[in-house]
């Protein structure tokens, strides 16, 4: 995989945790002011997911790299984003997915003992398109 550099989000936590992945997804917008992204249409989406937190789990994990593959590529991969229960009111715009990843990890992180936040998520559509998901901050209190 060829080295990868992506927005930094200035944070005071000690732990950084950085996730790389790539789907194979399809979506359309229903709308006609998408154009030709009305039709159905796939992607190989990139993936960046970061996580930080201060205190590490009992195994020595802020997450398991595992799980953040879990939530994400085994939910997405190989499908069609319309058909995803998260969005029947939503188009998966690019923006949309990065907010739906965020949500579903964040979720998750929740339910962890030692509290890791996802910080950011970044989604490549194309080789020259991506969109850049930060939650605000009372979003991660």
């Not at 790389?20 to 998408?34: G, K, Q, V």
């Not at 991969?77 to 715009?93: A, C, F, G, M, Q």
Request: glycine share 2%.
């Amino acid at each position: 995989m060829i080295q990868q550099f992506y927005p930094q989000v200035p944070h005071s936590y000690r732990f950084e945790l950085n996730k790389d992945m790539h789907l194979a997804a399809a979506h359309f917008i229903n709308d006609e002011s998408a154009g030709a992204c009305q039709n159905i249409h796939g992607h190989t989406y990139f993936i960046n997911v970061t996580i930080a937190g201060d205190e590490l789990d009992s195994t020595g994990f802020l997450i398991n790299f595992k799980n953040i593959k879990t939530l994400v590529h085994k939910r997405y991969d190989h499908s069609l984003l319309n058909e995803h229960k998260e969005y029947e009111d939503l188009d998966p715009t690019t923006e949309v997915v990065a907010m739906q990843i965020w949500e579903t990890i964040q979720s998750h992180l929740d339910t962890l003992s030692n509290q890791p936040k996802c910080i950011q998520v970044l989604v490549r559509e194309t080789p020259t398109s991506y969109v850049v998901y930060r939650p605000k901050p009372e979003e991660l209190a």
